[in-house]
């Protein structure tokens, strides 16, 4: 390696690194998103650390102490059957946030692929997908996670195989016209002439232009799978009992909503609290990548 191929190289590595810290001080700029990584960082620390956490075994009960309301001792209360309330929430946010990760790393792999494939290709390729992600898209998310649900059955892992199966169709067709804006630039043009593959010009040149704004689509996507694994185990045709996942809690105690409301506002809490902040990181994460979004912000203000 020649003297000026290293200089090359160490000025695009100062360039990306220059980038980035660029990104992280967009990010910091935006308070909201702020607050909200440092609330999910927070509900992943507790999830992590639970294991050697002082709680109690969160599916040991006690009848003689069931509804017992929050106090000193139990900061959290007891639910209908005496079980330590904040030691369920504790572990149950392993399963609620193991849900949304991996429904969104499986729903966006499958629908950037296919938008990929969609876009880049065209005709009747693309007009297959688009007719199937057209049908998928006349059911609203919740409504097609109940039906797959309903034909795989109940269960951990097919709660994951429907909430991410459900979100498909939505990264099909964002990244369907990201590609469309990407493949009319001049460079992709260049490595056609050139002689370049489709295969090397999608990931070599596509991919990366069309990446950031599917990053941001799947923060969003993190807080609603949230909310739909929660509806699902609220039903009874999510993570089954006694297993402690959030929304399976509240489907649990909904009887003593007015008489020990504990029993639901704590569950209930944190699912509001972990979906709002994968939405304010969202924001943040749309304007650090994005920056002409914060200068057209701006301009408005003004």
Not at 103 to 111: E, T
Not at 142 to 151: D, E, G, P, T
Not at 230 to 239: D, E, K, N, Q, R
Not at 245 to 271: D, K, N, Q
Request: glycine share 10%; charged share 15%.
């Amino acid at each position: 390696m020649d003297e000026r191929t290293k200089v090359i190289i160490e000025r695009l590595q100062e360039a990306r690194k220059t980038q980035m810290l660029l990104m992280w001080a967009r990010f910091k700029a935006n308070i909201g998103a702020l607050i909200g990584l440092i609330l999910l960082s927070g509900i992943i620390l507790m999830a992590i650390l639970e294991p050697i956490l002082p709680l109690e075994d969160p599916l040991a009960f006690n009848l003689g102490k069931s509804l017992e309301p929050p106090s000193l001792s139990c900061l959290f209360g007891r639910d209908e059957i005496g079980r330590d309330i904040l030691s369920r929430v504790v572990n149950g946010a392993k399963y609620s946030l193991g849900i949304a990760f991996l429904s969104v790393v499986l729903g966006s792999s499958i629908g950037l692929v296919l938008g990929l494939i969609s876009g880049y290709y065209g005709g009747w390729i693309d007009n297959i997908i688009q007719r199937v992600t057209d049908v998928l898209l006349s059911f609203p998310t919740l409504l097609l996670s109940i039906a797959l649900v309903s034909v795989l059955g109940v269960g951990l892992t097919n709660i994951i195989l429907s909430v991410g199966i459900s979100t498909i169709p939505v990264y099909i067709r964002l990244t369907r016209s990201l590609v469309l804006q990407v493949k009319s630039e001049e460079y992709v043009t260049a490595a056609q002439v050139i002689g370049k593959s489709s295969p090397y010009i999608i990931i070599r040149h596509i991919l990366p232009n069309v990446l950031s704004p599917v990053i941001v689509q799947s923060t969003y996507y993190m807080g609603l799978t949230i909310l739909i694994a929660a509806g699902l185990g609220f039903l009874g045709l999510g993570v089954q009992p006694p297993t402690p996942e959030w929304g399976a809690m509240i489907g649990a105690g909904r009887t003593y909503i007015f008489s020990s409301p504990h029993v639901v506002t704590f569950p209930g809490l944190f699912i509001f609290i972990t979906a709002l902040s994968f939405n304010l990181i969202g924001d943040g994460l749309r304007d650090a990548l994005d920056p002409r979004v914060r200068v057209l912000i701006k301009k408005v203000k003004i």
